[in-house]
């Protein structure tokens, strides 16, 4: 395990790091938690112990901008294993299940509608001009679920958003790439399954993020993050409305 207090280095997997953690940089070193559970989740994912965290979190509540926020600290501190950060965000329409991936370089202009939100969170956590060089050097690579057979995912942050619009085998695929030194945040929203619905009632315990939330529960390198309404900092009305919704569809994880 990594133990971030070394100086002089640091053991993962029985193999010794020597680069010693250097300090967070200035461009992403002001988080400030806005709930206590936004501040829970930052420290879950700072957690060397956890490899891969699930988070359930309805709109609002700020789990992806907490997961990116936390992804490019360690992305860009010198001496962590971490040498990019890919962010995956699913397109409902994904028809072949065992085709997980991710876009290096350049974007491509099919997905980018997909990831409208987190190119708002990048250009908000480190400018707009800083956000196209990361992306532009490699740092943070946009995926999408069709081109990881055979992929190995080493040294990077992977943070998986919508997973509720993911398939069991899907999620499968993805969490046996995690090799050396990766890190892996599978997050969603199951009040917003629009993948899986039944006479068009939404029908989310089909998600594969639905299935992995209790298949893994005793996994040792596996922790889990549940945001409640009372974590929504959007406009009051928000939390109002998603109250409703929930009455109505009770979800218990």
Not at 163 to 183: D, E
Request: glycine share 8%.
């Amino acid at each position: 395990m990594i133990n971030a207090t070394v100086r002089n280095g640091y053991e993962q997997n029985g193999k010794l790091y020597k680069s010693p953690i250097g300090q967070i940089p200035k461009i992403v070193n002001n988080f400030k938690p806005l709930t206590d559970n936004q501040k829970l989740f930052f420290q879950k994912m700072s957690d060397f112990k956890n490899q891969l965290i699930l988070c359930h979190g309805i709109a609002g509540t700020g789990k992806t901008y907490v997961s990116i926020y936390k992804a490019l600290q360690d992305v860009l501190r010198r001496g962590t294993p971490y040498h990019k950060l890919i962010i995956i965000n699913p397109t409902v329409d994904v028809g072949n299940e065992d085709k997980l991936g991710y876009l290096p370089g350049e974007l491509d202009k099919k997905i980018q509608q997909y990831n409208e939100s987190t190119f708002t969170i990048l250009d908000n956590i480190v400018g707009k001009a800083k956000a196209q060089k990361l992306v532009a050097d490699g740092k943070v690579e946009i995926g999408v679920l069709n081109f990881l057979r055979g992929v190995n995912l080493e040294e990077c942050y992977v943070i998986l958003d919508e997973a509720q619009n993911v398939s069991p085998m899907q999620i499968k695929t993805l969490m046996t790439r995690i090799s050396h030194y990766c890190k892996m945040v599978i997050q969603g929203d199951m009040s917003q399954c629009d993948k899986y619905k039944n006479n068009g009632v939404m029908d989310y315990e089909r998600s594969g993020f639905y299935d992995v939330w209790f298949r893994l529960k005793e996994v040792e390198g596996v922790d889990h993050m549940a945001f409640t309404r009372d974590d929504c900092i959007r406009h009051p009305l928000v939390k109002r409305i998603l109250k409703t919704y929930e009455d109505e569809h009770e979800i218990i994880l």
